[in-house]
């Protein structure tokens, strides 16, 4: 079964530098999620989206700004970026938001700042 | 607001043993509560989930979990442990349908099954 795919796996940027992270959801789901989990952590919720239109807002710095397409992908933008942004960054989707199905995550984007 | 809380940072357990990972809860209304395991480099795998009805909950790989309401409790649970069920273990609650849809997360148990 198609699951969720998430690029790139890793990613490598210095401090100040910027960095986009992509999600592609399993067909047919149209709410994608976002979390971010720190070493040895657990997921904290970054932002939703449903239907193109951001749904729920966690704790997602300023410097951070998400989006959903038409296609109903998602990117993560992440700007000035420092070194406690080092994390496993997970996206997640859903059949939609208002449905008690389960979210299924993606193999996440290890994101290390030097 | 809700929270979830797993008391036990690490369980071992037996292979071939039963094994218990605990999770309490805390949420307005109506609780939607999710189990998810997670391999080294890997994202969250579902593994099971309750919405309403039973309590006793069935889910993939021979795990079930138990709500219990008066306890505010979704404990996971598995007749026999195998070397392969070793992993962590996170305990998830959101609100109903009305409320917001992300997942609040348990800080997560590492499971270790001794051959």
């Known amino acids: 079964a198609a699951g969720v795919i998430q690029s790139p796996r890793h990613l490598i940027k210095e401090k100040r530098e910027t960095a986009t992270l992509k999600c592609y959801p399993i067909?047919?789901?149209?709410?994608v999620y976002w979390y971010q989990q720190g070493p040895g952590q657990d997921p904290q919720f970054l932002i939703s989206?449903?239907?193109?239109?951001?749904?729920d807002k966690g704790s997602i710095p300023d410097r951070f700004s998400a989006q959903q397409f038409s296609d109903y992908h998602s990117e993560l933008n992440m700007s000035s970026l420092e070194l406690g942004d080092s994390a496993l960054y997970f996206c997640?989707?859903?059949?939609?938001?208002?449905?008690?199905?389960?979210?299924?995550f993606g193999d996440g984007t290890r994101l290390s700042i030097l | 607001a809700q929270s979830v809380a797993q008391p036990e940072d690490q369980v071992n357990v037996a292979e071939g043993n039963p094994l218990t990972v605990k999770c309490t809860y805390s949420?307005?209304?109506?609780?939607?509560l999710f189990w998810y395991v997670q391999y080294p480099n890997r994202g969250l795998q579902f593994l099971l989930k309750?919405?309403?009805?039973?309590?006793l909950v069935k889910g993939s790989y021979g795990f079930e979990a138990e709500f219990n309401k008066s306890q505010t409790s979704f404990h996971l649970k598995k007749p026999s442990a195998l070397v392969s069920d070793s992993a962590l273990y996170f305990c998830?609650?959101?609100?109903?349908?009305?409320?917001?849809?992300?997942?609040?997360f348990g800080t997560g148990t590492r499971l270790t099954v001794i051959p």
């Open positions: 997640a989707s859903s059949l939609s938001r208002y449905s008690n199905q389960p979210q299924h």
């Open positions: 067909p047919r789901h149209d709410t």
């Open positions: 989206f449903y239907e193109k239109m951001q749904s």
């Open positions: 949420v307005s209304g109506n609780p939607y």
């Open positions: 309750y919405i309403t009805g039973d309590n």
């Open positions: 998830a609650v959101r609100e109903g349908l009305a409320g917001a849809n992300n997942l609040f």
